[in-house]
């Protein structure tokens, strides 16, 4: 980040932090959904509560980061660019965030056989969030590092689609369910598949900012 920045290492630290909150977004993510599919719903519910705080604190660092970014008239050649990869990554953040609310509001039923397909699935879709903030990372330190994570989120996309794919032609070849639970359950899989889509979509974006910086 020296190489962007300069000597102002509040800015460094801020975002060095405000990456770890999605890090940790993603963590309590997938605890709460295997809490969720093994019944613990009190453990789920309380790391839904951690989630919902974690994701305040993220949008009150992003928005200090924005301030300081315009007040001190840092790196205005590329602080569209980074303000963009703030905000695109926030909501990358609010869409974990709401996934796991959407999961304690509607409580979609769980499929005793088909529990291990939703837990991979949840936990590839992060692991494309994990690899978008890995990319965003070599933005500032590293730029010829973004490419092969870049690469990484895409995989993990590709990956999630690919589980999600199977988990509703799974509950939609099942006679004994009704069509309103299977497109219920559907849903679920979307909102999930959503994080790993946002994800790549941000790095299409990275990677177009990246390309600037060696121009």
Known sequence: MIQLFGSHKQIET??????????????????GIKFYLDGRFEEFEQRLAELIE?????????????????????IPEFRGDVLGLLEHSDAVLNQISDTLLEFSVEKPETLDDLRDLKHELAKNAIKASEFMVKSIRCYF????????????????????NRLSEKYKREIF????????HKMHLRYFARSIESI????????????????????
């Open 14 to 31: 801020e975002i060095d932090e405000f990456l770890d909150q999605i890090i940790g977004g993603g963590l309590l993510f997938k605890k």
């Open 54 to 74: 974690l994701e305040k604190r993220a949008d009150h660092l992003r928005r200090d980061i924005e301030t300081k970014l315009y007040t001190k008239t840092l």
């Open 141 to 160: 330190r590293d730029l010829s590092a973004v490419r092969d994570n870049i690469k990484q989120v895409h995989f993990s996309r590709e990956e999630t």
């Open 173 to 180: 070849s099942r006679k004994e369910l009704r069509l309103s």
């Open 196 to 215: 790993a889509d946002d994800a790549e979509d941000l790095c299409d974006r990275l990677a177009i900012a990246a390309i600037k910086r060696y121009i």
